[in-house]
């Protein structure tokens, strides 16, 4: 019985977390986002993210999508990792949307957390972020919540910040344990035209961090399935994370002239096999053929 209340306690802890997510999230004034008007689809997908360290396997599946529309671009995830050596859980939402140049004009993110448990009781931890491009800076607002099963939640209020951004330069955001915001980096690129290399500012909300990577273009390699075995062509993009880290690749395919891109995954260089793939079009991952 032990087990079995301590099992009901998660998942009833878990549902009341998320409907209060969910109700915050319908609430929020700050959190209402505007329809698009005939939206399109550029690239959408399924991920799986599997990396090995030291504290174990961490896996993650996310599902991302970017649409366009006549007066704006927008970038949405729906993610979920999973560390069990560490039983810890996150489920991240968000939605990003752009002007037609690429800017960031709102943003709006949930997160739910399982913190450390104590004793029977399961700890959870809500992050509600939101913000909006306001001369020139991003202005970001939080709402942090604990909900400690079976007690009721208590909530806090963090305040909010403000983060420079270049008014010209590039940049995106990056939720804390995700990869789905990776597939922007090809559009990023693609918008460049010709542009061998470009600088980019990327913006974590939590823990409120910004800092410039750099996107250099790169020779195309040949990508094995590695359920079929099937070998394919695609396009590499190295994101540099400085002199001392290998980059991260970015692989996609282009559909042709203005037709898009399909993003297909990230390994980092010199590895063969991708740690970030799409599982809707390679179910068991991919690797990079070896010259």
């Known amino acids: 019985m032990r087990n079995g209340a301590k099992t009901l306690g998660i998942v009833t802890g878990t549902a009341l977390a998320l409907l209060l997510l969910g109700h915050l999230l319908l609430s929020g004034a700050s959190l209402q986002a505007q329809p698009p008007s005939s939206p399109t689809f550029v690239d959408r997908g399924f991920l799986t993210v599997r990396v090995s360290g030291e504290g174990g396997t961490v896996q993650a599946e996310e599902a991302y999508a970017v649409l366009r529309t006549a007066e704006e671009w927008e970038f949405s995830l729906n993610a979920r990792l999973v560390a069990k050596e560490k039983g810890f859980e996150a489920r991240t939402q968000s ?6 140049e690429l800017q960031p004009v709102r943003y709006r993110a949930s997160r739910v957390a399982q913190a450390l448990a104590e004793g029977d009781r399961e700890v959870w931890e809500i992050n509600l972020l939101w913000g909006e491009v306001v001369a020139g800076e991003f202005r970001l607002g939080e709402e942090d919540l604990a909900l400690v099963e079976p007690n009721a939640p208590a909530k806090t209020f963090s305040g ?18 995700t990869f789905s915001p990776f597939a922007l980096v090809p559009l990023l690129f693609l918008e460049a035209r010709d542009a061998e290399e470009q600088q980019v500012l990327t913006v974590m909300p939590l823990p409120r961090r910004s800092f410039e990577r750099t996107i250099q273009r790169a020779d195309p390699v040949r990508i094995v399935d590695n359920a079929t075995g099937a070998a394919q062509q695609a396009e590499r993009l190295l994101w540099i994370r400085g002199p001392e880290t290998p980059p991260l690749e970015v692989l996609f395919q282009t559909q042709g002239a203005g037709e898009g891109y399909t993003f297909l995954g990230i390994r980092v260089a ?12 390679f179910p ?4 990079v053929e070896r010259d």
């Open 270 to 281: 010199e590895e063969s096999q991708a740690f970030v793939y799409r599982r809707d079009l």
């Open 160 to 177: 909010g910040d403000s983060i420079p951004v270049p008014v010209q330069a590039p940049w995106i955001v990056i939720e804390m344990d």
């Open 95 to 100: 939605v990003l949307t752009l002007s037609p």
């Open 284 to 287: 068991q991952g991919f690797r």
